[in-house]
């Protein structure tokens, strides 16, 4: 079942694995086209 929270989880563990791979934050939320502000939240 999909739902609002589903999407955010995915993300926030993209962003997650990608920093633990030594990508820095700013650069994984330019390439997802995310608001890094609004990825901080």
């Known amino acids: ?3 609002p929270g589903t999407a955010k989880t995915v993300l926030l ?3 997650d694995d990608a920093t633990a791979a030594g990508w820095t934050h700013s ?9 890094r502000r ?3 939240r």
């Open 1 to 3: 079942m999909s739902g």
């Open 13 to 15: 563990e993209l962003i």
């Open 27 to 35: 650069r994984v939320c330019m390439v997802l086209g995310l608001d």
């Open 38 to 40: 609004r990825a901080w």
